[in-house]
């Protein structure tokens, strides 16, 4: 079935430079395996779509639950060169728990 | 065990913060944080213009205001709040509170050095583009080494009340504490590592103790009174995050585990000045009542260098908005744009960029907003930047004519025109260890 992400993680975000950042972070340590599975570095590039200029890199922490997700160019120069209102990335990581993903009904 | 609390996550925050974490519980060190990468060209313009200025002006009458509990409870504070004059800032602190002893750490600004150490052939490239700092000599503003925490544990040694700092990684104001009292080594770099993730946990204050934090948002109690974060640190590195009993917030490892991975990069290599933390090593325990415990944190030797913050002038921006109503307001919004760029155009102006965002639509979120059709008000907002001051100048005064001669139902431009603002952009950069040299004053 198809979920938004929120159903099972929540995040944080922020910047460095033209850089934003996404902590994502499981709500329960059994959703961590779906949240591997569904978020691929890729599925989160097409989401952010004309957002984010550049590549998506994703990290795993399984200590924690989380991912953490480095999306580049994705702040139109970042800081105090960016025109946007998010100019830090303050929102991408809202952004992010819209997304779609296909889940088992067992892992919810 | 020691306890550090933050009361300050970034210049501007909640001013009443520090006091109420002395007024409200047990604390042996505060750390309050000001310093954003371009806070500081802001006051090196500051110190061009009066010699006496160039800090954080906000910092000394806290201290005044909280010198009398400090004393009482031995409660000693550390901050980044010296800027690019943490002497002007200490004698201000003196001078406003006399009975306290003010240690400062100096050897963090280089602008006035930039040259001989160009000169001696360090290029300083900048980290994301790899252009040298030659490059953009004529307009630096500002030139920063972030210092580590064993210079700031030095000031400590004085037995100083209160510790001001330069630019420094904004953890190792709470990393200090930790060599001061349980005697870390430069080669602890286990323990360092543990001090490191402890001070990245509450350098951002109150967004450890459930501010900013989207789990069960609404449920969080009394976010009026909210604790800011304080870490009890033991000498084996381990250490429990929490906050005052009876203050709002909450601190849980949800909300924790937000902030861990607020503003980092790779987890494995977190690389400060005092040693690299690996994030994937860390042992959380959500405790109940407001405590969660870390423990197992392991790191690797610090780099051979240090990072240097550099400002410069970029060029010129401004951004405007009018506020078009329903109905069609989104089609209203957009026609204007059209009109505004048709303009620009015709004028012949040249910009590096000129951006356009429908607030109310999708400004922040972008092809993930949700779809909203038919809004009731759609706020336009055209930001333009780029090297010739007046020609973004000629565009701030094309938005408010669209009043009169464009779509129907504009308002909002009760402002006036937009105000041009300079770009001061930011360089991050490398430079080897040895080139920097700290040393640290007492200042009666």
Not at chain 1, 22 to 40: D, F, M, Q, S
Not at chain 2, 300 to 323: C, D, E, F, M
């Amino acid at each position: 079935m198809k979920v938004p992400l929120s159903r099972i993680a929540h995040t944080r975000s922020g910047d460095k430079g033209d850089l934003s950042n996404i902590g994502v972070i499981a709500r329960e340590e059994r959703h961590y395996a779906a949240l591997v599975r569904e978020l691929t570095p890729d599925r989160v590039e097409a989401h952010f779509g004309e957002l984010v200029k550049g590549r998506v890199e994703r990290f795993e922490l399984p200590n924690l639950g989380a991912l953490n997700f480095l999306l580049y160019e994705a702040l139109d120069g970042g800081g105090t060169i960016s025109l946007r209102t998010d100019a830090q990335g303050k929102t991408h990581g809202a952004a992010l728990l819209a997304m779609e993903i296909e889940v088992e009904e067992g892992e919810l | 065990m020691i306890r550090i609390a933050n009361g300050q996550g970034f210049w501007g925050d909640w001013l009443e913060a520090p006091v109420r974490l002395v007024e409200q519980g047990p604390l042996d060190y505060l750390m309050l944080d000001y310093l954003a990468e371009v806070t500081m060209s802001i006051l090196q313009k500051q110190k061009a213009a009066d010699p006496a200025l160039g800090y954080a002006r906000d910092f000394p009458p806290l201290i005044a205001r909280i010198a009398k509990l400090i004393r009482e409870r031995h409660v000693r504070i550390l901050a980044n709040a010296g800027g690019v004059n943490p002497i002007a800032c200490a004698k201000e602190v003196r001078r406003l509170a006399p009975g306290l002893k003010v240690a400062v750490v100096l050897g963090d600004d280089i602008l006035d050095s930039l040259d001989t150490l160009l000169a001696a052939g360090h290029a300083m490239r900048n980290m994301d583009t790899g252009q040298p700092l030659s490059t953009i000599r004529e307009e630096i503003q500002s030139a920063n080494a972030y210092l580590g925490a064993f210079p700031i544990a030095e000031a400590l040694a004085t037995g100083a009340d209160v510790v001001i700092t330069g630019r420094c990684t904004d953890s190792s104001l709470a990393v200090a504490p930790m060599i001061h009292e349980f005697g870390w080594k430069e080669d602890d770099y286990d323990l360092l590592a543990a001090g490191t993730i402890a001070g990245h946990v509450i350098e951002c204050g109150a967004q450890s103790t459930g501010g900013n934090s989207q789990v069960d948002w609404q449920s969080i109690p009394d976010m009026a009174d909210i604790g800011f974060p304080i870490i009890e640190v033991e000498a084996d590195g381990t250490f429990t995050v929490t906050k005052h009993d009876g203050t709002g917030g909450r601190v849980t490892s949800a909300v924790v585990k937000e902030q861990l991975l607020y503003e980092i990069g790779d987890p494995r290599r977190y690389t400060m000045a005092d040693c690299v933390a690996d994030f994937t090593t860390i042992h959380l325990t959500d405790e109940g009542h407001d405590r969660v415990h870390f423990s197992g944190i392991r790191g690797a030797p610090r780099p051979p260098t240090l990072k240097v913050s550099i400002s410069y002038h970029y060029g010129w921006k401004a951004v405007g908005t009018l506020v078009f109503t329903w109905p069609q307001a989104l089609e209203k919004a957009r026609a204007a744009d059209r009109i505004v760029r048709t303009h620009l155009d015709q004028l012949g102006l040249h910009f590096e960029k000129i951006h356009t965002e429908y607030f109310g639509v999708n400004a922040c979120l972008g092809p993930a907003a949700p779809p909203i059709t038919d809004p009731a008000e759609v706020e336009l907002r055209i930001g333009v930047r780029g090297a010739d001051r007046k020609a973004v100048d000629r565009f701030t005064r094309e938005l408010i004519p669209l009043v009169l001669n464009g779509p129907p139902g504009a308002t909002g431009y009760g402002e006036g025109r937009p105000k041009v603002r300079e770009i001061v952009a930011y360089w991050p950069a490398l430079i080897p260890r040895q080139a920097i040299r700290t040393r640290v004053e007492v200042v009666e």
